[in-house]
Nanobody, 123 residues
């Protein structure tokens, strides 16, 4: 009932920038925390940044100062602005969101994931 769709990935040279978007749709009552993760080939998925519904953000050390997470609550969308990209940023990037839905008199909160978008940074 809830879908997260990412966009904005691609191939960029080192030092370049990309902006990822992740739009949530479906039977949404509210969205709590939203976040961006990435998974490089052969590595575990790691949390890069998260943002609360009020806009408070946290970042993993390796992306602090280079990546900025933001959200537009009216569009149910979270963004990740990535600057000064490095080859080691190459990975599949995923968004997730803690979404509350209302159905048949009950509220339920689950974490949903997007399908992932590939980011490749060439040296």
């Amino acid at each position: 009932q809830v879908q997260l769709v990412e966009s904005g990935g691609g191939l960029v040279q080192a030092g370049g920038s990309l902006r990822l978007s992740c739009a949530a749709s479906g039977s949404i009552f509210s969205i709590n925390d939203m976040g961006w993760y990435r998974q490089a080939l052969g590595k575990q998925r790691e949390l890069l940044a998260s943002i609360t519904s009020s806009g408070s953000a946290n970042y993993e050390d390796s992306v602090k100062g280079r990546f900025t997470i933001s959200r537009d609550n009216s569009l149910n969308t979270v963004y990740l602005q990535m600057n000064s990209l490095k080859p080691e940023d190459t990975a599949i990037y995923y968004c997730n969101a803690a979404v509350t839905t209302w159905s048949r008199g009950y509220y339920s909160t689950f974490t949903y994931w997007g399908q992932g978008t590939q980011v490749a940074v060439s040296s």
